[in-house]
């Protein structure tokens, strides 16, 4: 099982910026899918952005052209680039991966708050 370890959580202001990042225990090259979900406040948990197999990326509908996703192979690291952060965005991200044969593991989570 792969070990993830987030990192980059924390506090902002309406409008500001933050980046997550992920680091992963073995290679990220040959996940299914690996990327971010979050759960906010008495919410479900909820897809953020993703990388599917052959390199595809989807966004959820509330965060697309404000945060950004990318990954580093060489450093099996993904990371989350959050910008014009609004107060809805206030969660816990998790870093998630799917093997190919279908096990999901996920990281202890990071918080992020975003105040009005």
């Known amino acids: 099982q792969v070990l993830l370890v987030e990192s980059g959580g924390g506090l902002a202001q309406s409008g500001g910026s933050l980046k997550l990042s992920c680091a992963a225990s073995e290679s990220i090259s040959s996940f299914i899918e690996i990327g971010w979900y979050r759960r906010g406040p008495g919410k479900q948990r909820e897809l953020v952005a993703v990388f599917t197999r052959g390199s595809l990326i989807k966004y959820a509908d509330s965060v697309k052209g404000r945060f950004t996703i990318s990954r580093d192979e060489d450093k099996n690291t993904v990371a989350l680039q959050m910008n014009s952060l609004k107060p809805e965005d206030t969660a816990v991200y998790y870093c998630?991966?799917?093997?190919?044969?279908?096990?999901?593991?996920w990281g202890q989570g990071t918080q992020v708050t975003v105040s009005s």
């Open positions: 998630h991966t799917l093997s190919t044969t279908f096990f999901n593991s």
